[in-house]
């Protein structure tokens, strides 16, 4: 069974930091591309930032200067560190596994961890 399980979200005021963690089981982590996506109160998922299973990262152009992923292949574990928030940043967070197997494509999600940022 795939699990993606999010940690570390919260409550924070505006210029904070916050670290999600993404534990991630069931499947071989490091052949997979690593996502963090986010989603505000009637807003599309969009994508925040990408680690490839090779160690490259990429970042939507507002979060690129405030943000960074990483990945711990030894503990099947993606990061987001977040700094400098804004309250602009408020949303629910997801990780996302992405990857091929025998010619197909797989995406997995977690749940999702909630990240408010105060003015």
């Known amino acids: 069974q795939v699990q993606l399980v999010e940690s570390g979200g919260g409550l924070v005021q505006s210029g904070g930091s916050l670290r999600l963690s993404c534990a991630v089981s069931?499947?071989?982590?490091?052949?997979?591309?690593m996502n963090w996506y986010r989603q505000a109160p009637g807003k599309q998922r969009e994508l925040v930032a990408t680690?490839?299973?090779?160690?490259?990262?990429n970042y939507a152009d507002s979060e690129k200067s405030r943000f960074t992923i990483s990945r711990d292949n030894a503990e099947n574990t993606v990061y987001l560190q977040m700094n400098i928030l804004k309250p602009e940043d408020t949303a629910v967070y997801f990780c996302n596994a992405d990857g091929w197997r025998v010619g197909r494509r797989y995406q997995y999600w977690g749940q999702g961890t909630q990240v408010t940022v105060s003015s």
């Open positions: 069931g499947i071989t982590f490091s052949r997979y591309t």
């Open positions: 680690i490839t299973n090779g160690g490259i990262t």
